[in-house]
């Protein structure tokens, strides 16, 4: 039987999500299974997908660094940034399922790309496994201190007012990308979305001036906010927060159910036992649920999760759920 493109799309996701849920049954009655003796016998990589510099990264090379300290080993991270994630992932995809190659997948890989492009080729279902969610921070609009608006309301009326000249900045199919183009559908404003390879590379132009805003997430534009580099507009969370307590909210400038919270998880490849599985898994919540990394993260604007692989997997579906309808919403068409 043939099936339309939408169809198709819609059919790839639900197969995502059912088999990640397979996947997480067959763990289940192995959750209380000992550690693999032998694991780990050799250095681990974990993958970030995207440049270095970014909360990616940082993430990524926090829990490395402290996971080789548990596991008595050495955690080697490596950069394979390139197509919104899609270099990285393809790359881990093809590894052996044995816990020596994990993956840093930001929230967007793990929910709208088969959404957003139309050849990929990985595939979630087939390829990833969930071990543990990490990290979460809200979404910040945020804008150059040069330029000439103090709102949201005056970003876009400037953008009416100045056709075509109010561009901003992220990597495709991001949640910063997802909120600038939720934004400008829900506004009418006239806004152009600019592609980079990740937001380290958006916010130095950013801040050089060749794209006039961004979203971006609270724990990479913090430091930039308080050292005057950067000016916030309004966070996409469901309250004010403490980093920015001055700052609105997006709902309370009218933009009803505008949240947009990144995080961070690490995955590994499907096929790797559920014991090896469990083993990091546990490492990684005691990590982030460590009082000095809490704090650690909580002091830059981001706050620890930790938890289960099954929970990682809910969690997942949850998000995908979401995140897919907004991109058929606001009308992004696959690459």
């Known amino acids: 039987m043939k099936h339309s493109h939408q169809q198709r799309r819609k059919i790839g996701f639900n197969g995502v999500i059912f088999g990640m849920l397979v996947c997480l049954a067959t763990w289940l009655p ?11 016998s050799k250095p681990i990589r974990v993958i970030v997908p995207y440049p270095a510099g970014g909360i990616a990264d940082k993430v990524a090379r926090d829990a490395a660094d402290e996971l080789g300290k548990r596991l008595s080993q050495t955690i080697v991270v490596e950069n394979r940034p390139g197509a919104a994630g ?5 790359w881990v ?10 993956l840093l997948a930001p929230a967007s890989n793990l929910t709208v790309q088969p959404a957003l ?3 990929l080729s990985y595939d979630l279902d087939r390829d990833f496994t969930p071990v543990s969610l990490l990290v979460l921070t809200p979404q910040v609009l945020v804008v150059n201190p040069s330029f000439p608006v103090n709102s949201v309301r005056e970003l876009i009326e400037y953008s009416r007012a100045y056709p075509n000249k109010v561009n901003f900045g992220a990597s495709i199919g991001s949640y910063a990308h997802l909120a600038g183009e939720k934004l400008k559908t829900e506004t009418g404003a006239n806004f152009t979305s600019i592609p980079y390879q990740g937001s380290v590379p ?3 132009d950013l801040m050089g001036g060749q794209i006039q805003f961004m979203f971006t997430e609270m724990a990479t534009a913090l430091p930039y906010i308080q050292g005057g580099k950067l000016k916030p507009l309004a966070v996409a969370y469901k309250n004010r927060v403490s980093w920015l307590p001055n700052v609105p909210t997006l709902k309370e400038l009218g933009l009803q ?5 990144s995080w961070y998880a690490i995955v590994a490849r499907s096929g790797t036992p559920p014991q090896i599985v469990q083993q990091l898994s546990r490492e990684l919540n005691n990590i982030v649920q460590a009082p000095g990394f809490k704090k650690r993260y909580t002091d830059i604007g981001a706050t620890t999760v930790g938890g289960r692989p099954e929970e990682l997997g809910r969690f997942a579906r949850q998000e995908a759920v979401q995140w897919i309808e907004e991109v058929k919403r606001v009308g992004i068409e696959p690459n």
Do not use: C, M, S
Request: glycine share 6%; hydrophobic share 40%; proline share 8%.
């Open 257 to 261: 159910n505008f949240e947009v919270t």
């Open 86 to 90: 899609n270099i990285g992932f393809e």
């Open 30 to 40: 192995e959750a209380n299974a000992a550690p693999t003796d032998a694991y780990p």
């Open 202 to 204: 958006a916010l130095n």
């Open 93 to 102: 995809a093809r590894q052996p399922a044995d816990g020596y190659t994990l």
């Open 117 to 119: 492009f139309k050849h």
